[in-house]
């Protein structure tokens, strides 16, 4: 990279973040950003993106041929997994209600189950390779998905306040996501992007102007009543 190149990148975690117009940000840790979006929407891939790989492929270890069950397909997170999962040649089972199951389904889900109409365990008939979980719900629908799990699988979890489970009988690993920076999967994501195999979905733009009532547009049924307490060793950071 070359002073006045643009450039994306996923800064470290280690102080409150906020929405800036300008930012210093380690070399390091940027990685050049694609060429066939506008250089806002890109803004959009580091954070979800690196999540959604991260947890895919360097937890969960999944490989071609495999098939995978991604449970809150239908948010940010999940709009990557989707896409990567099938990719790499994984069979892509996502849950996502009725308003976001047409976007899953573009995204190149297999088969996408309403969460809300269905029991997930007894929708998924075969055994699945690796569970993906990216939606809040309780401990004990986490643990009775992770039976659909086979042996020698893997349980990857995004939420923060409760830990994946695992099995050692069966030998099942349980993993929780930390997103950690990395260029060089980042610079992977971009390509993945101006080759056409990856899409950022962008729902809404704004203005830094506009970002004090930027989640006005946000349905109140959206926003949980009762969050989750947040463990004493979590600190949440400002979204």
Do not use: C
């Amino acid at each position: 990279m070359a002073v006045g190149d643009e450039v994306v990148g996923f800064l470290p975690m280690i102080g409150d973040g906020a929405a800036a117009e300008y930012v210093i940000a380690p070399a390091e840790v940027l990685a050049a950003a694609p060429s066939s979006v506008p250089l806002a929407d890109a803004a959009a891939l580091p954070l979800v993106g690196l999540i959604a790989w991260q947890a895919l492929f360097e937890l969960g270890e999944l490989t071609a041929g495999q098939r995978v069950l991604i449970t809150g397909a239908g948010g940010a997170v999940g709009a990557y997994a989707v896409q990567l999962a099938k990719n790499a040649g994984a069979h892509v089972i996502a849950t996502a209600s009725s308003r976001s199951a047409n976007r899953v389904r573009a995204a190149g889900a297999d088969e996408v189950l309403d969460h809300t109409a269905t029991d997930v365990v007894d929708a998924v008939t075969q055994p699945v390779d690796l569970l993906l979980n990216l939606a809040p719900i309780e401990p004990s629908q986490l643990a009775d998905q992770a039976a659909l799990v086979r042996s020698g699988g893997a349980v990857v979890n995004t939420t923060v306040w409760m830990q994946a489970p695992s099995d050692e009988a069966r030998h099942v690993r349980g993993l929780n996501v930390f997103v950690r920076s990395d260029a060089k999967q980042l610079a992977g994501l971009v390509a993945a992007i101006d080759r056409g195999e990856l899409h950022i979905d962008i729902s809404r733009r704004i203005q830094p102007k506009d970002l004090p009532n930027g989640t006005e547009h946000v349905p109140s049924s959206w926003i949980p009543k009762s969050p989750k307490p947040w463990p004493r060793w979590a600190k949440r950071w400002p979204a």
